[in-house]
């Protein structure tokens, strides 16, 4: 594989210090070599675009007559660099990206009130979260390609909180350390992803109707913070019965003459995949959506609902429960999450109603005052600057692991950092209120290394209301914000669903009584104890504007600031060494049995080169024979299958080593098969070409 640019350095040794201990994200360091860049450089030249679904002509926003509500929808590849790149969700800066399990897509969904004309576009993508970098560039692309059909207030960017991704698409400083700085391969396959997802979805726009469904999932995941948990009001725990949200709600979309669509809202991670793991993947959730598009042929999007606080991980350890092979258990926990949704839809009544409204708020969460009516002390509260405590920096220990030694989850176990804490805020007696019993960690509010001015977002589609959540909400946070909506909306809580990992990343946002205990989760709520009141507040507010048809003044998103482009993966050049690109370095076994892995190794060339979207590194194919004697080879799996892996390694200086491999079904058809290999090398003057191999062909018998 091929050499990469001059290795980067981390300029501030405290961050160096800071990425070993586990991060539940990632922190910055400039690359030496790396220069700042215009905040909207981007290739914008888009991959080539799926077909776009037949669209019927949109009702004029005049025509009451139809009074169907009015969808679309659209996917795109969305992949990023499968080599070199560090991964983003646990932190671990020894987890970079070396190859795809399964490749990771954008859904775009639009809609559009009939008698209004008005619309909003949800866009839900493989990826650890949203963010204001990407926002902002996918809004900018959208504007310049449709017009003002979508604005700021009207599209919300989902994050399915996959940890099987890989980084470099902030420009918040906190968030990319394992990548270095910003990846501009792969920030510009979400951002051009998304826009050719978005774009199917407005052109496909027909007359549909919309129905609500739920379902109880109990089997998918468990509060990995049951002290914290336990902390809760009695009523706020009688309603988050086990200590989880069981709702698996889905929102039904029949669309005239197309697969039906859903969007599914369930709290729990996708972290069935540990930090150990360097594949592509889009974990539990995004074995869900590949099952649900294989059976239907429709869009769907799982989403990470009040589930801050649950992990897939039955046996409350990493890459444990039900079984301890981590890629089973993203089957398991992506097939059971996949059959709720299906019976919730099974169950769904058809929506009354075909409003269509959204509204957003972008508030200083580090300056918020948050009036007695929200704040549970009775009185009026403020938050405070961002603070990450040291609970954070010990990691989740059921998710992520792999935290410093000498930290701790719970109140009163880092006496070190308590005693400094005390000391150093002795004089601020509004922060040590704020943010008490916090042990600090890092002054992230201090050096501006996360986004503290978060969008708050509320969008109606019919009947349903959706709260886009720029952090990570707990099961009880969840009842919190839905409730303070439904009461100024004058609806059932049950309308009213969380979309974690909107728009932004904001980390954890725990209850105030959960904040107390100072686990994970409450070590990782940046804005003190009255962070999830302010949001309660900040909801309620756009839930009575948008109720009673009155516009909000929404502030002012952040500016994208300049940011370095990573040094890391970078591709000078390919070389074969004494072999030929294609060759295969180890043949498949001649016989292979079902529920055996068939693998062939190649001589092959660095993956960034070419992200080959809409495409594939590899396939696997059978051989078939015609009546007449004839024989040709189908292609029954690619690098999107569950049962394949592409694995690239570098071998000396600028070589690559590729394995494909493929775990036969019990079910695959007896016959002769073969694994091939497809990859992009360039030579020394930057020039790019196609290469492949083929493997000597096995039977599955």
């Given amino acids: 594989m091929s050499p990469s640019l001059s290795s980067p350095r981390r300029s501030v040794a405290l961050l160096s210090s800071l990425a070993s201990v586990g991060l539940g994200l990632s922190l910055i360091a400039a690359p030496a070599s790396a220069a700042p860049v215009d905040p909207l450089e981007r290739d914008t030249t888009l991959a080539d675009t799926a077909t776009l679904k037949t669209p019927a002509a949109p009702v004029p926003a005049t025509d009451t007559s139809a009074m169907q509500i009015l969808t679309g929808s659209g996917t795109a590849d969305i992949t990023g660099e499968p080599g070199e790149n560090g991964m983003m969700g646990y932190g671990d800066g020894s987890q970079k990206s070396s190859g795809i399990h399964m490749r990771q897509y954008a859904r775009a969904f639009a809609f559009q009130d009939p008698a209004t004309g008005e619309r909003t576009l949800i866009i839900t993508a493989d990826v650890l979260s949203g963010t204001n970098l990407v926002r902002q560039q996918v809004l900018a692309q959208l504007k310049k390609e449709l017009g003002d059909k979508y604005t700021d207030a009207n599209v919300m960017i989902v994050g399915t909180h996959t940890h099987a991704t890989p980084g470099g698409d902030t420009d918040y400083s906190l968030y990319n350390v394992t990548t270095m700085g910003v990846h501009q391969k792969t920030l510009d396959a979400r951002v051009n992803g998304m826009v050719d997802a978005a774009k199917q979805a407005d052109a496909s726009l027909a007359p549909s109707t919309l129905s609500l469904g739920t379902a109880e999932l109990t089997d998918a995941g468990m509060n990995r913070s049951m002290a914290a948990w336990e902390r809760n009001p009695s009523e706020l725990k009688a309603k988050t019965p086990g200590a989880r949200d069981p709702k698996s709600v889905t929102l039904g979309i029949d669309r005239q003459g197309d697969e039906p669509d859903i969007i599914n809202f369930f709290g729990t991670h996708p972290t069935s995949l540990t930090s150990k793991n360097t594949l592509i993947s889009g974990d539990n959730k995004g074995y869900a959506q590949s099952l649900y598009e294989a059976e239907t042929g429709g869009t769907g999007a799982f989403l990470m609902s009040g589930g801050a606080d649950q992990t897939p991980n039955l046996n409350l350890k990493p890459g444990s429960g039900p079984t301890d092979d981590e890629f089973e258990n993203m089957r398991i926990m992506g097939s059971r999450q996949h059959d709720a949704a299906v019976k919730a839809r099974q169950a769904a009544e058809p929506m009354g109603s075909t409003t269509v409204k959204s509204q957003i708020l972008w508030l200083d969460m580090q300056n918020q005052t948050v009036s007695a009516e929200y704040s549970t002390t009775g009185k009026t509260e403020r938050t405070c600057r961002a603070i990450l405590g040291a609970p954070f920096g010990a990691g989740s220990q059921e998710d992520g692991g792999g935290g410093a030694t000498f930290l701790h989850e719970g109140d009163g176990n880092n006496p070190f950092f308590e005693a400094i804490t005390k000391g150093t805020q002795s004089g601020d007696a509004a922060l040590r209120h704020c943010q008490a019993p916090k042990a600090t960690l890092f002054e992230s509010g201090l050096i501006n290394g996360v986004q503290t001015v978060l969008p708050l977002q509320l969008i109606q589609v019919g009947d ?190 600028a070589q690559s080593h590729v394995t494909v491999s493929w775990d036969v079904p019990e079910d695959a058809a007896a016959g002769e098969y073969r694994l091939r290999y497809f990859g992009t090398a360039k030579n020394g003057a930057g020039q790019l070409k196609e290469i492949s191999g083929i493997s000597h062909s096995f039977r599955v018998g």
């Fill in 464 to 653: 349903l209301w959706i709260v886009g959540a720029p952090g990570e909400v707990t099961a009880a946070s969840s009842v919190m914000l839905r409730e303070a909506v439904a009461q100024k909306a004058g609806i059932d809580p049950d309308q009213v669903v969380v979309a974690q990992a909107a728009n932004a990343y904001g980390h954890y946002f725990a209850t105030p009584w959960e904040f107390e205990q100072q686990d994970y989760e409450g070590g990782a709520t940046l804005f003190g104890r009255f962070t999830v009141p302010a949001l309660q507040q900040g909801y309620a507010k756009l839930a009575d504007h948008l109720a009673n048809g009155a516009e909000i003044d929404p502030g002012e998103a952040p500016k994208i600031r300049p940011y370095v482009k990573s040094a890391v993966g970078v591709v000078l050049y390919d070389l074969p060494g004494t072999r030929r690109y294609g060759d295969v370095l180890t043949q498949p076994a001649g016989e292979v049995k079902r529920g055996q892995r068939a693998s062939a190794v190649f001589q092959g060339a660095h993956p960034n080169n070419d992200l080959r979207h809409n495409d594939t590194y590899l396939a696997v194919e059978r051989k078939v024979v015609k009546a007449d004697g004839s024989a040709s080879w189908e292609r029954i799996a690619d690098d999107n299958d569950f049962t394949t892996r592409f694995e690239w390694k570098r071998h000396l200086a």
